[in-house]
């Protein structure tokens, strides 16, 4: 059942590329709508199967591969993994859906099948890197999405995309190098024999092998997520890519290097893990504040959003490095909310640069304008705005309360400086409102074109969702919830030093729902 998250789109990669190019583009796109629709009707198959109730890994498939060498073919999910995988789908499908009209210059129309063909192996590595069990076959899948992604930089990207996109090839390269490096000496240190990832102890291993090891998996993971200093390729490739790559980039790539750190980091290594959080809730305060100061000083709004998304992977750090119940629910929230809400501030962004031409904010001006301007997207971008500056209402306060209030009492002055985060994520964003929504229209500059209901579905279905969720989070917590108490549980934390009482012991539903009732008198 969950191979067919991973052949379905190879094969729809394969078809893609070796179908007549006498077809027309607009067939092309049919049938890539179609396959990305089953694969995300597939995975929501998978949740009415899926037993929110049980921690351990579900709906298993197994099949030895090279057992000489410890490779097997092992897939199987969890709380942690299975909402990742249905947003990865989700976005897919969005791309695919309006990429035709958010690639400039009508390159999208020229090469087509490529396009869409790189979109379905991108798709193809998540979901087998989420679902994997073994090691190596993670490693396979996670390495699936390097030539796939610097093609669809360099191909259709801006002015700099060859420059942006070998860039982000190094870095990337050089994350799946330190990952195998760690991978391999784990499984050979262990003695285990195997690179299944339940065959792997580390408990025997010295604790200074363990903190090398465990370091080789945050810098690879960290320049996935990026870490502050390991980001200076996201500005590069975000910007100069095309928003429908900009949207896979920032909103399924970056989770990698999350969901990496969670499921092995601290997976693997949970003893070891503790001793670096001092060190790891700090660096996630230094890229909460970096990202929002460095997003302030931008004139490029795509920038703008791609420094704001350094700063709201700080958030998942935070959550991950205080590892209690409830920050850990907030992280992985936090994951699926950064996805939504920053695919969805780079769509619009791109609305906005096909139709003024323009992402410069000195230019910008006067959008709201019911005649002359873009009312509808600029109202999509106010919310988008406030969903990122955590206001509310959208998914983006639940998650990011959630991590503050699970974090505060493990490390009290980074969790503050976070929250401080959130005041400077509201100015970069009163910026770009000011800015770009407001003041008088240039009427050198009017009238735009306007904007199809067509091109406005995918940006109008990603804000219900991010309102949707942030009035009903417990539809989407309570599938990681006891995946995430398991792993708290596993590691050797004092509760009563780690945790508050009474309500922060425990992640329930209940506990969760009396927190956010509680959000108003913080």
Same mark, same amino acid.
């Given at each position: ?13 394969? *078809? ?7 077809? =027309? ?6 049938? @890539? ?8 009707? &597939? ?21 030895? &591969? ?47 099948? $490529? ?13 087998? =890197? ?41 870095? !990337? ?8 490096? =760690? ?30 090891? /465990? ?17 200076? &390729? $996201? +500005?590069? =490739? ?19 290097? !999350? ?64 590892? !209690? ?44 304008? +019911? ?20 206001? +509310? ?49 240039? !009427? ?30 417990? &539809? ?11 792993? *708290? ?19 329930? /539903? ?8 509680? @959000?108003?008198?913080?």
């Amino acid at each position: 059942m969950l191979s067919t998250l991973i052949w379905l789109p190879l094969f729809g990669a394969a *078809v893609m590329g070796f179908l007549p190019g006498t077809i =027309a583009a607009s067939q092309f796109r049919l049938g @890539a709508i179609a396959i990305a629709s089953v694969l995300l009707l &597939w995975t929501a198959a998978l949740f009415t199967q899926f037993d929110i109730s049980t921690a351990t890994m579900q709906m298993q498939e197994y099949l030895q &591969w090279i057992p000489t060498l410890g490779i097997n073919y092992s897939l199987s999910v969890d709380g942690l993994s299975l909402p990742l995988v249905m947003l990865s789908n989700l976005l897919t499908l969005g791309v695919i859906y309006s990429a035709e009209s958010l690639v400039a210059q009508g390159q999208m129309m020229q090469r087509p099948r $490529l396009f869409y063909s790189l979109v379905f192996l991108i798709n193809a590595g998540m979901a087998g =890197a989420l679902m994997a069990q073994n090691l190596l076959m993670f490693f396979l899948f996670y390495e699936l999405e390097l030539i796939p992604f610097y093609l669809l930089i360099v191909i259709w990207g801006g002015t700099k995309r060859e420059y942006a996109g070998m860039k982000f090839l190094i870095y !990337t390269a050089t994350s799946g190098i330190l990952i195998l490096a =760690a991978f391999l000496a784990t499984v050979w240190l262990s003695g285990s024999g195997s690179f299944d990832y339940n065959a792997i102890s580390t408990a025997d291993l010295p604790q200074r092998t363990q903190l090398i090891l /465990l370091t080789l998996l945050l810098i690879g993971f960290g320049i996935k997520i990026p870490l502050i200093p390991l980001h200076t &390729w $996201l +500005p590069d =490739a975000y910007v100069e890519a095309s928003t429908p790559t900009a949207i896979l980039l920032g909103g399924v790539l970056a989770k990698l290097g !999350t969901y990496g750190l969670v499921r092995f980091g601290i997976g693997l290594f949970p003893e070891t893990w503790l001793l670096v959080t001092p060190a790891l809730s700090w660096l996630a305060a230094i890229c909460v504040i970096y990202g929002a100061l460095a997003a302030i000083a931008q004139k490029d709004i795509k920038r703008m959003v791609a420094y704001s998304s350094i700063g709201h992977m700080g958030y998942v750090m935070l959550g991950m490095a205080a590892l !209690t119940s409830l920050s850990m629910v907030g992280a992985v929230l936090q994951m699926v909310s950064h996805g939504l809400i920053l695919a969805l501030l780079f769509y619009i962004v791109g609305v906005i640069e096909v139709k003024v031409g323009t992402r410069d904010l000195d230019v910008l001006n006067g959008l709201l304008n +019911p005649i002359r301007g873009l009312p509808l997207t600029s109202s999509l971008l106010v919310l988008a705005g406030m969903a990122s500056a955590g206001i +509310p209402g959208m998914v983006g306060f639940v998650a990011e309360f959630l991590v503050f209030q699970g974090s505060f009492t493990a490390f009290p002055l980074p969790t503050l400086l976070c929250v401080g985060g959130t005041g400077l994520t509201a100015v970069y964003f009163v910026i770009l409102l000011n800015r770009t929504c407001f003041g008088r229209l240039d !009427t050198k500059t009017a009238y735009y074109p306007r904007v199809t209901w067509r091109e406005q579905t995918p940006a109008l279905i990603l804000t219900g969702l991010i309102v949707f969720l942030g009035i009903q989070p417990t &539809w989407l917590v309570r599938w990681s919830e006891t995946t995430t108490a398991a792993l *708290v549980a596993a590691a050797p934390i004092n509760r009563q030093v780690m945790n508050p009482p009474a309500i922060l012991q425990s992640a329930s /539903l209940t506990g969760i729902a009396q927190s956010l009732n509680n @959000a108003d008198h913080l």
